[in-house]
């Protein structure tokens, strides 16, 4: 038999959904089940991007449907960040839910025990030598480099908007010869070896995991997020989930099945689930 041909789902270009429009899409696609796994991003989804990623604190509202949702024993919940995965675990401060953190390299479940995906030492040596070069070269006028371990954000949001794409160029000039995969962030520069490893792996990591069987067939599962990063869940989940794409463009290329213009549609669905499931 010859190998098999694994068939990625392309980008589609794709419009804003109305707000008014989700309940709609969410009634028909629950078809009045209950047992759902429902996949957050964090910045940018649950928060606005800010300056600093320490500032991005969830919304008071955000957290408390969060932690209804949380204690739904049909509903099962994960959020999926770039973010290392304790930093993510203390901004939520939701005990009894899956994290996964740095793109997937890190998955925590609820009883704190970690899935630590292994990256080889060549390249956790030049992930150093690219901090390194970052901080000498690239890191001055309000842009800094996050070191996550498994993965590098350069940030230059602060840098002054006509410097900006100045910045952007300079970086990608130090980063790309690394080898690594590099791919733009908002006002930031995300650098992840390259491994086959990434926010869609670490979705199927997690489904499988956690629901027994064919989880396509048990489970409901949704997907919220806003950034290219993100497009990997997305892409894993096309067929066989339902994805929301944060885009404040109104044509953005992506496997999501809808795009939502900002937070706001972000809130809608989170309402619309915590009336579902807590009557709220």
Not at 243 to 271: E, H, K, Q, W
Request: proline letters at 4%; hydrophobic letters at 40%.
């Amino acid at each position: 038999m010859g190998n098999s041909v694994v068939v990625r789902p392309r980008l589609v270009r794709m419009t804003h959904i109305d707000s008014a429009d989700i309940g709609r899409v969410l009634t028909k696609y629950m078809n009045n089940t209950k047992n759902l796994a429902l996949l957050l991003d964090y910045d940018g989804t649950l928060t606005p991007i800010v300056n600093q990623p320490d500032m991005a604190v969830i919304p008071e509202e955000t957290k408390a449907i969060l932690e209804r949702l949380s204690n739904v024993n049909t509903l099962f919940m994960a959020i999926i960040s770039g973010r290392a995965v304790d930093n993510v675990k203390n901004l939520v401060g939701i005990d009894n839910i899956h994290y996964a953190g740095n793109h997937g390299y890190e998955i925590m479940a609820p009883d704190g025990s970690k899935y630590l995906h292994e990256i080889p030492t060549e390249y956790k040596k030049k992930m150093r030598d690219m901090v390194e070069e970052l901080n000498a070269k690239a890191s001055d006028n309000g842009a800094w480099v996050e070191d996550k371990i498994y993965s590098i954000t350069y940030h230059f949001r602060a840098v002054p908007k006509v410097q900006q794409s100045q910045y952007l160029e300079n970086a990608k000039k130090i980063m790309e010869p690394y080898g690594f995969h590099v791919s733009q962030a908002h006002y930031g520069l995300e650098a992840k070896p390259p491994i086959k490893w990434d926010k869609g792996e670490a979705t199927l990591k997690i489904l499988n995991e956690n629901f027994s069987g064919d989880w396509k067939k048990s489970v409901k599962a949704i997907f919220i997020g806003d950034d290219t990063t993100d497009e990997d869940a997305m892409r894993v989940l096309k067929g066989h989930g339902l994805s929301f794409r944060i885009a404040a463009d109104g044509d953005v290329d992506t496997c999501a099945d809808y795009v939502l213009s900002n937070l706001d549609p972000v809130m809608v669905i989170l309402r619309w689930f915590d009336k579902y499931y807590c009557g709220m």
